[in-house]
């Protein structure tokens, strides 16, 4: 830095002092272009500030003509100020003219400057502005003037920041901060939730930012740095888990980055400019935000996420602030977070929870089927989420196309409140369907079940009418736990949803875990192939105290009342023989020790690993019932994976392949009187349970949320017309023809809404 009048640790001094004058946005900003010029010896000092329109625009200057002042804009990318803006990085240009993006502006009067440094106002690493510093005489800037400058910077986005600025936006226009935006992700809970942003980790704000005392705020920093590393050599020594979600090799990357040279070298940097220790972690963790915000490789952005948990840690260190772990919500809350543990969403309050938007998670991920179970419209893998909204900003989301509105204009609110509206209007015709049969137009009865996971799912069972509990997926209850759930808490669970549904018969599945499910709190075994790994029932077999203490707790919880128990993955014939064999012997052990057994016991398979289609025979002559699982035995047929976006849409439920095989499972049912239903989440979507009726299923098994719209559509339609429509294009496979389109047509010529 050259001499100036004081470096730039005086130069934050006199701006604070600027920023607590009683004066206009404007005027305050004019006093602080003059001292940032006047301390940094240079003739020029402007400020742009990025419009929601996506235009910079000249907010203050020192030094060029005045009267360009909200007049001069340029879009991001043009003009060196442009340039800064867009790469998010600083530019310090001794001659700047000769600049291949140098564009003169005749109304600044700026051609009489050679050296140019700007660099960007950035916040959560998004450029809100940008600041310049211009100088007569060619001059080459030093890196502790282009450090001095980004800090300065960061004083003008706290002020932008915190909406001072808006009141000299002229009519219509408004800052980016503020700007609307649409963004899309994958939708992971359907429903429309409107309502206001709640950070699930929220931002430590930094209040102070300029250090009165230098020498202290080193010691703090030090300190702080200490008790962090401390802090992850704990919870790594401690075992793979803390909180929610929180794994080994993630907190493994934060180590390493917690002792990188460069990474501390910065801080210093940052805290010599004049920076309090939690502005200078916040100065630092802007940059790599910027940087690596607009890196395509997956695996930097995965870094950005390490560097964030550390600047969180450190900054929870310096602020004493604790990370929140749920709660109360204020009314309407919508929580935006990087990504959530199940645990975590199960922590907030449900009342006044209307949506849930995260950066990371997949359809699959756990918190997207908690988010299901309870009914929260959610949207995943939607990018940067967290740094573009603050919290109380007006957000939509739409979890049925994955649509997320931030701070929407009122008309796209109106639109948005219209279709809730209508959703709850439908949900209302569908809850008067409730107590009415199934019943096709030709008299065909087709049960209706749903597929639960967590006690608080089986409310809905007498909510929307389902006959039973077709498919319980126990896993759920391990995959939420912190730790492996003991047999009393298995007990307790099973009890307790036997209590809840009252009448009603419910299939416990057991334990299907591996593959995409995994206990965090157990060792992941490393396949190649974990879909076609160690997993479900081959876990089980393998293990059999699991398995067996798995059944034990369904046997007691039973209490004497019937009970169901199916397999999953099942492969071979002998898998269920050998499973069977495991449960009976615990039926023997219970009774030889006077607990009471289920009144009657009903042993199932799944049918979802396609070499089962060709022990069919077998099968049913050996089980109680089956339960296709197609969600699995599709992708299995196709190979195919069905979370794959890549390939998931390879291939089609309702092509004659998909239908063959099925067909051929209900045909064998029938053969033997075998009880059959579906459990996959093709049974739920109301086109798809039409075609399933049409080639035999009388039992379907959906999330609770789709019973109603297939109970209409059942109750629409003409079954013995519809197969007529149907079965040609089962049997002669034509690939021209779309079984789809063909079946949509049929259902919009025969008024069948969907
Ligand atoms: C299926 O595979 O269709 C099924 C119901 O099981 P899950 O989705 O739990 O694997
Ligand atoms: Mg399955």
């Known amino acids: 830095m050259r001499g100036g009048l004081g470096g730039p640790r005086l130069l934050l001094r006199r701006l604070r002092e600027v920023m607590a004058e009683p004066v206009s946005a404007q005027a305050r900003l004019d006093r602080i272009v003059i001292h940032i010029a006047a301390n940094m010896v240079a003739e020029v000092c402007s400020v742009y500030v990025l419009r929601s329109d996506g235009k910079l625009e000249l907010y203050a200057t020192e030094g060029l003509n005045r009267e360009a002042v909200h007049l001069t804009t340029m879009t991001t990318g043009e003009g060196l100020v442009g340039l800064i803006a867009e790469k998010a990085e600083p530019l310090a240009l001794a001659d700047a003219q000769v600049h291949p993006a140098f564009s003169y502006r005749p109304e600044t009067g700026e051609e009489i400057y050679q050296s140019f440094l700007g660099v960007p106002i950035l916040r959560g690493g998004n450029t809100l502005g940008v600041l310049v510093v211009q100088n007569r005489a060619r001059r080459t800037y030093s890196e502790e003037e282009v450090e001095a400058l980004q800090t300065t910077a960061m004083l003008l986005a706290e002020m932008i920041a915190s909406g001072e600025l808006q009141s000299l936006a002229a009519p219509g226009q408004s800052l980016s901060l503020q700007k609307p935006m649409s963004l899309v992700g994958s939708a992971l809970s359907d429903g429309v939730g409107l309502g206001h942003v709640v950070l699930h980790e929220p931002r430590i704000i ?16 030090d300190a702080a740095i200490l008790a962090m590393r401390e802090q992850i050599d704990q919870l790594i020594a401690r075992g793979d888990r803390y909180g929610a979600g929180e794994h080994r090799d993630v907190l493994e990357t934060v180590r390493m980055f917690a002792n990188d040279r460069g990474w501390m070298r910065r801080l210093r940097e940052a805290l010599d400019s004049g920076l309090t220790a939690e502005a200078a972690v916040e100065r630092v963790q802007n940059d790599a935000r910027a940087k690596l915000q607009r890196q395509t490789d997956p695996y ?6 390490d560097l964030d948990d550390l600047a969180n840690r450190l900054l929870q260190q310096l602020t004493g602030v604790a990370p929140p772990h749920g709660g109360a919500l204020p009314d309407n809350a919508i929580l935006v977070a990087r990504n959530m543990g199940p645990a975590a969403l199960l922590d907030y309050e449900r009342a006044n929870l209307r949506g849930l938007v995260l950066e990371d998670g997949g359809p699959t991920s756990h918190v997207a089927i908690i988010a299901r179970a309870l009914g929260i419209p959610a949207v995943g893998d939607v990018p940067n989420v967290t740094d573009l909204v603050d919290t109380g900003d007006s957000i939509i989301v739409d979890g049925g196309s994955g649509e997320v509105q931030l701070r929407p204009p009122s008309d796209i609110e109106t639109a948005y409140g219209e279709k809730a509206r209508l959703r709850a209007r439908r949900r209302e015709q569908f809850h008067k369907l409730r107590d009415v049969p199934a019943l096709t137009r030709d008299g065909v009865e087709i049960g209706l079940h749903m597929n639960a996971g967590l006690l608080i799912d089986c409310q809905h069972a007498s909510e929307v009418g389902a006959q039973s509990i077709g498919l319980f997926r126990t896993e759920l209850q ?10 009393s808490q298995q007990y307790s669970l099973y009890k307790r949803v036997l209590d809840a549904v009252g009448d009603i018969p419910v299939t416990f599945r057991t334990l299907d875990i591996g593959s995409d499910k995994v206990l965090p709190y157990m060792t992941k075994v490393e396949e190649e192939n974990p879909a076609l790994g160690w997993r479900a029932i081959r876990i089980g077999l393998d293990r059999p105290g699991l398995l067996r203490m798995q059944l034990r707790a369904m046997l007691r919880a039973a209490e004497g009342r019937a009970l169901r128990i199916m397999f999953p993955m099942v492969a071979k014939v002998g898998e269920f023989v050998a499973a069977r064999e495991i449960c009976l012997r615990e039926v023997e052990f219970l009774r030889q020790h006077d607990y009471r057994t289920p009144c009657e016991l009903k042993l199932g398979v799944m049918v979802e690993v396609p070499s089962l289609l060709w022990q069919l025979d077998e099968i049913c002559q050996l089980v109680d019932f089956l339960s296709v699982g197609s969600n699995d035995l599709t992708q299995y047929l196709f190979a195919a994976d069905r979370d794959n976006k890549r390939v998931s849409a390879r291939y089609d439920d309702l092509s004659a392949p998909n239908l063959r095989a099925l067909k051929s499972i209900v045909d064998a049912a029938a053969r033997y009187g075998t009880p059959v239903t579906l459990c996959g989440e093709m049974g739920g ?9 049409a080639i035999g299923f009388r039992g379907l098994s959906m999330t609770p949320s789709a019973i109603g719209p297939v109970k209409a559509a059942i109750r629409a339609v003409d079954l013995g017309a519809l197969r007529a429509v149907l079965m040609p294009m089962i049997e002669r496979l034509d690939h021209s023809v779309s079984i789809r389109q063909e079946l949509q047509a049929f259902a919009d010529a025969n008024c069948v809404h969907l």
């Open 206 to 221: 930094v209040k102070q930012l300029v250090a009165e005392n230098p020498e202290a705020e080193s010691t703090r920093l």
């Open 300 to 305: 930097l952005r995965e870094r950005l996420h």
């Open 478 to 487: 391990f995959m939420v736990a912190p730790s492996f759930p003991r047999q």
């Open 685 to 693: 979507r109301p086109l798809e349970a039409l075609a399933l009726a």
